[in-house]
């Protein structure tokens, strides 16, 4: 019943054009987060800090009429683009439980409104570039599967500009298997892990169709090439991180490490 509420809301959304709804709606899914952060953190600062900085951001959305600048306080809303490092600190103390909400719930109701004043997909080709290069300063767990996280979503907001149906398709598949995962317990390693795993990956198809769209210019082909090495590289640095992190772990459960290191290597 709980994924169907939140599926019936992302829809409404994409076909309701009204920003007092949008909102409100903000204000629901601001009060839900700050639920989850005093249940289960009990951090009154960081309660305060995160509901004052949301909805100031909230308030300009509701009053201003210029669309670039709705476009930019929807995506420092989420994080997205360079905005990314304003969470950085905030998500290190979080539960796990909190980050896996703020990870999914945080980022998928925005993602319609995004699309209605999309700007310009050089703000989020910005934010990829960021992240790639973040992932190798990072070490802690939360830190790299964040950045991961926003990385997914700056491709994907790059890919929705010229495949809308890819787009939708990824965001339905995104959904189910989220909520699958979680009402059948058939994952056999942590929640962050598997958001981790479930964000789309810097795979061959993605620049198979880039290199389709650009290659009649060689200055762009060669660009995109850089950036698909730079992001193999940082998953292995990621892979890694993980294999220090986990060094005791690994030593009591090969199997299941081995498993998550065969699928990244997949999802390469």
Request: glycine fraction near 2%; proline fraction near 1%.
């Amino acid at each position: 019943m709980f994924y169907i509420l939140f599926f019936f809301i992302f829809y409404f959304i994409y076909f309701f054009f009204n920003m007092l709804v949008w909102w409100m709606l903000f204000f629901f899914f601001n009060m839900m987060f700050l639920f989850f952060l005093l249940y289960y953190n009990l951090i009154y600062f960081l309660f305060l800090l995160y509901f004052l900085f949301q909805e100031m951001l909230s308030f300009f959305f509701l009053l201003s009429l210029n669309l670039f600048f709705l476009f930019l306080l929807i995506i420092m809303k989420v994080g997205l683009g360079p905005f990314f490092f304003i969470y950085i600190i905030f998500l290190k103390k979080l539960n796990n439980m909190v980050f896996v909400f703020y990870l999914f719930f945080g980022k998928l109701m925005y993602m319609p409104i995004i699309n209605f004043f999309f700007f310009n997909w050089l703000i989020f080709m910005m934010g990829f570039i960021m992240c790639v290069f973040f992932l190798f300063l990072m070490y802690d767990k939360k830190e790299l599967i964040f950045l991961n996280s926003m990385e997914s979503n700056n491709l994907m907001f790059m890919l929705c500009i010229f495949f809308c149906l890819d787009f939708f398709i990824i965001m339905i598949m995104y959904f189910f298997l989220f909520f699958l995962f979680l009402s059948n317990n058939l994952f056999f390693f942590n929640m962050e892990d598997l958001m981790f795993l479930l964000n789309l990956p810097l795979n061959l198809v993605f620049f198979i169709k880039l290199f389709f769209l650009v290659s009649f210019n060689i200055f762009w082909m060669n660009f995109f090439l850089l950036m698909m090495l730079f992001g193999m590289i940082s998953y292995l640095f990621f892979l890694l991180k993980i294999n220090c992190y986990y060094y005791l772990l690994v030593l009591k459960d090969l199997k299941n490490f081995s498993m998550i290191v065969f699928v990244m290597l997949l999802n390469l």
